[in-house]
């Protein structure tokens, strides 16, 4: 635990290397002030007090210098507070923005089946608490160096006193580190411990607050706040161990020092006795001692923060090892207007489960619309997100305009082909932001002849700011359709050449829904549309229908073609007919 | 309620967390016990130099033994004494904030929706989480420091006085200054430290949204725009941790000058005195000793305040939210039970509007029949589920009254009201569990048996033994591992077993196949024969089965009654709303 906790450290080091050195010169120079001040407090003792008190004269300039000293290091120690506290603190505080942008980087560029395994709060907590654990120790990291330096300082110094009163020395100081060692052992598990449960209690909130309205719609808010009671009350648990086995160490090693210096009293009698030494020096190493004590803590606490420091590392190096990425390849589409997309035996499966898509061909020529038609669970939705390759296929190809999915620039990819998917998703920003999205191309106009397109101009300019509402987190403020009628426009006002829309026109109306279709068949804004969808309507409208079932294509044709041929198809698409002449 | 002192935060938290006091007289008595300790050193040095080293007749071993005999158990009951008192530091704190923390989770669920929404839930789970995690982490370092530092502050200013008054109010004298700079700078340090923890806030948002958002901003090759919101609140947070660093800093150095005046002063005065006789070797000595103890503490409690100032702005934000009465709330006590059968409704010239909008509903008024089935139908935006917000107390209405079987909303127990009304709100949402585990949320009792039961009444048996594990499947974080419609199926018969005597239905089953879904509205008109629903539907093909029609357009009902009436009525609302539906599914 010790050698993995000082890599990271080492780590840390490497990169900040110039704050670091800041950091322990600062506080290097604030131990060497505190072992001159010690003997200063000797000597003063030794050759300005003990003098004047038996002469009962006072020498005056002696005594200004004195004073002179003392205010001078004490005008150091500043400079070295300053050093020692800003340089560990912006150490640690661009460690933590820089992994803060490394992890969020991963988030953005690791593919949805990665964020699909991994739980919202986790991923929070990976790039808040857990960079936060890992550059813990770097707080106190200088001041502990500085310290290490200073009990190097004291040690040569002790020697140069008086060898026994050394020999003190040789002992506290080994046993401090030894403590310190015994104690970052013990504690080790306990603290990874609580971290996990931190991390627990933070993600069973998360659910807790995203499912608000289903916890009240069914009166289970005392259910749901014993649930969240069971981990609170093992987080006190683990927190209250971590607290024993402090009370055990804290105590024990402030005293430590504290019994240098009863060890120094005793042994400095005897040396004194024998005349191997003077008063001075029994006070100046008594004092040292006794300052001692609080910087030696330093050490303690670094090695106390190693093993949260380690837990936090691994799941922070667990983010940027992550593997999994979809490579990239730097094709582009040339030409313009509709491209075609072509599925080719295309299989799938989600991680181990059971096969989703089997041997998938389909083809929506360019310029067309095809309806998708599939009973609910059928893999429309897997489809859809295959075409703009959210997801990679197990095997088969998918290509637009003849080039494979894998060989384009993500750039090129995401200018060709624009996905409405079937839960929106809004963004917490204003109505421009959201349809724009920055995107080069975008401005005003065209996000205001996308919203007029999608039927959404007429809602948004009822809203209170227009434009530049802000919709709230995931677009609170609107309601269920108006939120699908922005998702719309985003997707129209890129001007795509394929267009992807999963169920995405469920709350739109069905004129406003031909006029939308109608719109990219006309001339200056074509695209190749495939569509799923339930309603006849929309259907008639696609040149093609491909039919899922299970996974399967079971057929493909003109709609008049499937409602003639296959009798699943026509149960499906006239179920409501057929249910309203049963009534 | 931001703008008020750190004191006045801290005495509001500790009167909402009483348990914090337990034995609080015991701890600070042990804390006391162990600063005694430390102070016996410098003690024992002055006796041992005064009496022992400094003896008349030469170094006196036997004094020098004795004394640090005599010191050496002090030091020894001090720690114990601060073992016991860590323990009990640890045990009471833990035990109190874990108290705090279910409180806020509760308070937070009682919250009305609307206040619920206007937080990021990211905010809400730092409550409970980090702003929490402050609070400890000052009790336990910096509280038990500052308790400790007070102590030995006290302990060592006392003896000083006892030492040498005169050098005691030189040292006092020499920390005047740095005792103003340090109060000064109090307010700038929380207004730095409340910077942190509100971008810390906004980090947190930003994170939230690209994690949520991921496949969105893939799908629109929009990563760079993201990445750059992203490290700018990164960065934003970076700026203001260091800026609290320097200011705090700063604040910090001052007691360090004070520390320098005091020791030339305490020299220099001391000289004078022992000249002329007043003050022995050892007691100035003792006394440099003294001045050391006395300025620890004072740089303890410096640094503490710091990070006293941080805690207190991760407290205040739990306190802000526990200050907020529920503004939809459970009349409890007061409140009386729905009556026995099934319900009706009556809106009575029902209004509404969102916080700072239009009026989204006006001068509703109307009622509903027991054991009747009503579907409510409109344009988007229309006012549909608002309505339905407002039918099931998730709401209050800005005027007018909602009354069930002829009880005001208000007035209703919550206890009976979730229990008897449930709604289906239109995104099913799922938690991360079993699908099993999702519908025993409505009814913890349930047996496999039971739950099988309920799929079969439904009519909805054959999709769950599609599945992989069939009840015990997984559905992933919000229900992701379903496919959108099979969310809304799971959601659906949550509710159908909560066995409710008025079911709300918002839009339900907008992503099931029509198939599907008209097996499913025959299986529930069974099933829910002889209790009310109002189910809200944009398939016309739901308002054509129900007993009664109700039509919405721009928040007024505009018209009311069976399927085969309205559609009569030429040219209204829902003659058109039919002849387009008809064009949707007949074409
Ligand atoms: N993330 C996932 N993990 C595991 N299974 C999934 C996941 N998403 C969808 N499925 C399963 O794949 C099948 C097809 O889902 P989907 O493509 O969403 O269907 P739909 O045709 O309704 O859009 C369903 O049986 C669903 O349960
Ligand atoms: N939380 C909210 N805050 C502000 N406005 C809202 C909120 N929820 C809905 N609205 C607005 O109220 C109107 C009615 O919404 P809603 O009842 O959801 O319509 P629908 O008939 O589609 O269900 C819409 O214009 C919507 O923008
Ligand atoms: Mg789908
Ligand atoms: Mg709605």
Same mark, same amino acid.
């Not at chain 1, 394929?498 to 026109?505: G, N, Q, S």
């Not at chain 2, 045990?91 to 009682?110: C, K, N, P």
């Given at each position: ?241 971590? !607290? ?67 837990? !936090? ?15 990239? !390849? ?254 | ?117 206007? +937080? ?185 305040? =710091?990070?006293?100032? =941080? ?125 099993? +585990? =999702? ?32 009840? +015990? ?115």
């Amino acid at each position: 635990m010790l050698g993995r906790g000082l890599r990271v450290l080492g780590h840390a080091i490497r990169t900040e290397p110039r704050l670091f050195i800041v950091g322990a010169i600062g506080s290097s120079l604030f131990g060497l002030l505190i072992i001159a001040n010690s003997y200063v407090v000797g000597w003063v003792i030794g050759h300005v007090v003990v003098p004047s008190f038996a002469s009962h004269q006072v020498d005056t300039g002696r005594l200004w210098l004195v004073a002179a000293i003392f205010l001078g290091i004490s005008g150091l120690r500043v400079a070295s507070i300053f050093g020692r506290r800003l340089g560990a603190g912006f150490m640690q505080f661009r460690l933590q923005a820089r992994y803060r942008r490394a992890v969020t980087g991963r988030y953005l560029s690791l593919p949805p089946a990665w964020h699909q395994r991994h739980a919202t709060g986790t991923l929070l907590s990976n790039a808040n608490s857990d960079v936060e654990a890992a550059w813990g120790p770097i707080a106190p990291l200088p001041f502990a160096v500085g310290t290490i330096v200073m009990l190097i300082a004291a040690m040569i110094s002790l020697f140069l006193t008086d060898w026994v009163l050394a020999l003190v020395g040789a002992t506290l100081f080994p046993a401090l580190f030894g403590l310190n060692l015994v104690y970052s052992r013990r504690m080790s598990p306990r603290q990874i411990r609580a971290q996990q449960m931190r991390g627990k209690v933070s993600a069973v909130a998360h659910e807790s607050f995203d499912g608000a309205l289903v916890v009240k719609t069914m009166g289970r808010e005392a259910d749901e706040s014993r649930r969240f009671g069971v981990f609170v009350d093992e987080l006190r648990d683990s927190l209250i161990a971590v !607290g024993r086995l402090r009370g055990l160490f804290d105590p024990l090693m402030d005293s430590l020092p504290s019994l240098g210096t009863l060890a120094v009293l005793l042994l400095g009698a005897w040396r004194l006795r024998s005349g191997a030494i003077g008063v001075a020096d029994v006070v100046s190493v008594a004092f040292l001692f006794t300052v001692l004590a609080f910087p030696v803590r330093a050490i303690g606490w670094v090695v106390g923060e190693l093993p949260r420091s380690v837990a !936090g590392w691994d799941r922070v190096r667990a983010v940027l090892d992550a593997e999994g990425d979809l490579a990239y !390849g730097d094709g582009s589409l040339p030409g313009a207007g509709p491209a075609e997309l072509r599925f080719d035996q295309v299989r799938f499966s989600y991680g181990e489960g059971p096969q989703i898509l089997h041997d998938v061909s389909f083809t929506v020529p360019s310029g067309r619309t095809v309806a998708l038609v599939g009973a609910t669970g059928s893999g429309k939705s897997t489809i859809a997100s295959l075409a703009v390759r959210l997801v990679d296929p197990e095997s088969g190809s998918i290509g637009i305009d003849g080039v494979k999915l894998p060989d384009l620039a993500l750039s090129a990819l995401a200018g060709a082909a624009a996905l409405v998917p079937q839960v929106p998703f809004v963004f917490d920003d204003t109505v421009r932001g959201n349809i724009a999205l920055d995107r080069p191309g975008v401005d005003d106009e065209a996000v205001r002849d996308a919203l007029a397109l999608a039927q959404a101009d007429r809602f948004v300019a009822g809203l209170p700011d227009g434009l530049d509402t802000a919709v709230g987190e995931r677009g609170t403020s609107l309601s269920g359709g108006q939120r699908q009628r922005l998702t719309l426009a985003r997707a129209l006002a890129g001007k795509p050449r394929l267009l992807v829309l999963d169920d995405a026109t469920s709350a739109v109306d069905p004129r406003v829904e031909a006029a939308i279709l109608g719109a990219l068949r006309a001339s200056d804004a074509r695209a190749s549309v495939l569509v799923v969808a339930y309603r006849r309507a929309t259907i008639a409208l696609a040149d093609q229908v491909v039919y899922l079932e299970r996974g399967r294509v079971v057929a493909t044709g003109t709609h008049a073609e499937l409602m003639t041929f296959h009798a699943g198809y026509q149960d499906l698409v006239t179920a409501y007919e057929k249910a309203e002449h049963q009534e | 309620m931001s703008g008020e002192g750190t004191l006045a935060t801290v005495k509001r938290g500790l009167a909402l967390s009483p348990e914090l006091r337990t034995g609080l007289g015991g701890t600070i008595v042990l804390a006391v016990l162990q600063m005694a300790g430390r102070v016996a050193v410098p003690i024992a040095v002055q006796q041992g130099i005064d009496h022992g080293i400094r003896a008349p007749g030469g170094p006196d071993l036997g004094v020098v033994v004795r004394i640090v005999a005599i010191t050496l158990g002090a030091l020894m009951i001090s720690t114990l004494c601060g073992y016991l008192m860590t323990r009990r530091l640890f045990t009471v704190s833990e035990t109190a904030l874990s108290g705090l923390r279910q409180r806020t989770f509760r308070h937070i669920h009682d919250l009305s929706m609307l206040h619920q929404q206007s +937080e990021r839930r990211g905010s809400m789970v730092s409550r409970v989480t980090s702003d929490v995690d402050q609070i400890s982490q000052f009790l336990q370092t910096g509280g038990v420091q500052l308790l400790l530092a007070t102590g030995q502050l006290l302990v060592s200013a006392v003896v000083m006085f006892v030492y040498s008054w005169q050098l005691a109010l030189v040292v006092l004298l020499a920390f005047g200054p740095a005792v103003g700079v340090i109060r000064l700078f109090q307010k700038r340090l929380a207004e730095v430290y409340r910077a942190v923890r509100e971008r810390t806030g906004v980090m947190l948002g930003a994170v939230a949204e690209s994690v949520v958002g991921a496949t969105v901003i893939r799908s629109y090759g929009v990563a760079g725009r993201t990445q750059a919101r992203l490290d700018s609140s990164i960065e934003d947070l970076r700026v203001a941790q260091q800026r609290a660093m320097r200011t705090s800093v700063t604040s910090f150095s001052s007691g360090e000058i004070g520390a320098g005046l005091a020791l030339a002063g305490v020299v220099v005065v001391g000289v004078w005195l022992g000249a002329d006789g007043a003050l022995t070797v050892g007691q100035l000595t003792a006394f440099l000793f003294l001045v050391t103890l006395f300025i620890q503490p004072v740089q303890i409690a410096t640094d503490m305040l =710091n990070e006293a100032q =941080n805690a207190v702005a991760g407290w205040r934000r739990i306190l802000d939210v526990l200050d907020v009465e529920p503004d939809v709330a459970d009349p409890d006590d007061q409140g009386v039970e729905l009556p026995v059968g099934p319900l009706s409704v009556r809106f009575a010239d029902v209004s509404f509007r969102y916080p700072g909008g239009p009026i989204v509903l006006s001068g509703v008024d109307l009622t509903l029949d027991a054991r009747r089935k009503y579907a409510v139908v409109g344009e988007t935006g229309s006012g549909k589920t608002t309505f339905a917000k407002l039918l099931t107390r998730l709401m209050d209405p800005a005027q007018g009254e909602v009354l069930l079987s002829g009880t005001p909303l208000t007035s209703v127990r919550f206890a009976s009201l979730r229990s008897r009304v449930v709604m289906v709100p239109q995104d099913g949402f799922l938690f991360d569990a079993t699908v099993a +585990e =999702n519908i025993r949320f409505a009814e913890p009792s349930l047996t496999g048996e039971q739950l099988r039961a309920a799929f079969v009444e439904l009519g909805l048996v054959d999709w769950l033994d599609g599945l992989p594990q069939g009840l +015990e499947t997984e559905v992933g974080e919000r229900g992701e591992a379903l496919s959108v419609g099979e969310r809304q199926l799971v959601a659906l018969v949550r509710a159908y077993v909560a066995d409710p005597d008025l079911l709300v239905l918002d839009e339900a089953t907008s992503a099931v196949d029509p198939a599907t879904e008209v097996r499913l509205q025959h299986a529930l008109d069974l099933v829910t024969r002889g209790r009310t629903t109002v189910a809200i539907a944009h398939r016309l093909s739901t308002a054509q089965s129900a007993d009664e029609v109700i039509v919405v357009d721009a928040g007024r009902v505009v018209q009311r009654g069976p399927h085969a009436r309205l559609v009569a009525e030429e040219g209204s609302i829902y003659a058109k709303l039919y002849a387009s539906w008809l064009e949707q599914t007949r074409s």
